[in-house]
Structures are given as C-alpha cells and as structure tokens.
C-alpha cells in the first residue's frame, strides 16, 4: 500500500514503495495529475530538461523538426515541453494514467496519444517507428515500467535510433526492482542490439535526488 498517497510533495515525488499493485501506482497519479507540474517546478525537478538537452546534442537545429519521438511514461508532458522549446515537433506520449495524459492534452504537446503500458510485451506501436524513445522518470515503485520493456523499446526504434532515459541514481542501486536495470543494459549490449553512448551520473534530479542518464544507440 501507498505510505504518501496524502502525503507531501516531496514524499511524493521522492518516492519509494515497495509491494504496491499497478492499480494503487495508477491511482497515486490521478490524484496527483492535477497538481503534479506546479509540484515539480516547486521541487526543483530537472530530468525533464536534462532529457531533451541531451537528446538535442544528438541532431543539429536544422533536422529537429522531422526527428520522431516516442515520450514514454509521459506523464503531463514536462519531457515534451522541454523537447519543443529545443526545436522538436513530431513527439508522440505513450501513458497509461488518463488523469495525467489529460493534463497534456490540455497543453497541446504531442501530435499522437497512446493510452497503454509499456511492459515486456508489445504495445500497440509497429516496430521501427521512431528515432527515439525518452523516458524520464519511469522507474519508480515496483508498478512503473518494468526492467524488461527495454526490450519493447528497442523493438520501437530504428536501427540507428536512439533511447534516452532518466531516473533518480539512488532507485538503480537499491531497489531490489531496479536494480537488474543495468545488468540488463549491459546483457542487452553484449547480445549487439544496442551500444551505449553514455552514462551520466548527475547532481540534482530535483532539489534533494541525484540523477542518473542513459543513452543508448539502437544497432
Ligand atoms: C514520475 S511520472 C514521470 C512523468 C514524466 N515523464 C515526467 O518526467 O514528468 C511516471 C509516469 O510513468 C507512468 N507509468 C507507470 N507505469 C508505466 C508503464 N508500465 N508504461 C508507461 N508509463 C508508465 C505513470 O503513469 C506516470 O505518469
């Protein structure tokens, strides 16, 4: 069961709750979709923008505009508002929560809205559809997008694609979920279906968290 389903802004975004089923993490963001952009700013969260800066050092002003993107667990959109303010036009979301994809409905940010999980098993996304997937914040309690969808993620891309993503540092070396997540990097670059292009660790994913980054090229 959730410990902060009424609790603060900062255990909510901070936290950690193990045991929880995909109806109560489902539940956690329709209550907090409403709230959950003035809350981040509030906290500081910097993934958002760490995620699209990074994804703009992979393609020059001129090719933006056409780059396809995937904003998986996109949430209200923050990801994307960060994305367009760099150029990016063609991002698509990828959310199960309604409350939270109605709040970037309302902002107008991406050209297509798919309202499923992403999990080990196929969406209902064609393979090879985009140049890059995004995903920041997306591995949180046990319910959030499992390890093995990296898998699916990769099967989404283009050869030559890439895959960006972003979390909290502490969440991939101490939950017993998370913690297979590089392992599985690792296992999936040694099986030559992506490389890494780099691993940053970083201060700051909001005011009390460091964060981590990922980018990988889809082979
Ligand atoms: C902390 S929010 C991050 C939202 C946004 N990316 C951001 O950085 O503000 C995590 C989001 O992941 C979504 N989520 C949880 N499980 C998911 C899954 N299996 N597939 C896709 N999204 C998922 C949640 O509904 C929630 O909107």
């Known amino acids: 069961m959730y410990r902060n389903m009424s609790g603060n802004e900062w255990e909510r975004l901070n936290s950690v709750n193990i045991g929880v089923s ?3 993490s489902q539940e956690f963001y329709r209550t907090w979709a409403d709230s959950y952009n003035k809350d981040c700013e509030k906290l500081g969260y910097t993934g ?3 995620v ?8 020059s002003e001129c090719e933006r505009e056409n780059i396809r993107i995937l904003d998986v667990g996109a949430g209200t959109g923050l990801v994307a508002m960060e994305l367009k303010k760099l150029g990016f036009e063609c991002i698509h979301a990828l ?26 098993s196929p969406t209902t996304i064609p393979a090879g559809s985009y140049d890059i997937i995004t995903g920041c914040g997306i591995y949180g309690d046990d319910a959030h997008v499992p390890c093995e969808a990296l898998l699916e993620m990769i099967r989404l891309i283009k050869p030559g694609g890439y895959i960006v993503l972003a979390t909290r540092n502490e969440l991939v070396q101490n939950n017993e979920t998370y913690k297979h997540l590089e392992p599985l990097m690792d296992n999936i670059e040694t099986n030559g279906k992506w490389k890494k292009v780099s ?15 990922w980018c990988y090229q889809v082979l």
Not at 52 to 59: D, G, N, P, Q, Y
Not at 199 to 213: A, E, S, Y
Request: net charge positive; hydrophobic share 40%.
């Open 22 to 24: 995909v109806e109560e």
């Open 48 to 50: 958002p923008k760490k």
């Open 52 to 59: 699209a800066t990074r994804v703009s050092e992979l393609f």
């Open 95 to 120: 959310e199960p929560s309604e409350s939270m994809l109605l709040e970037a409905m309302k902002a107008g940010l991406y050209k297509k809205y798919f309202k499923e999980f992403l999990t080990e």
């Open 199 to 213: 691993r940053d660790v970083f201060p700051r994913f909001n005011l009390k968290k460091d964060g981590i980054m």
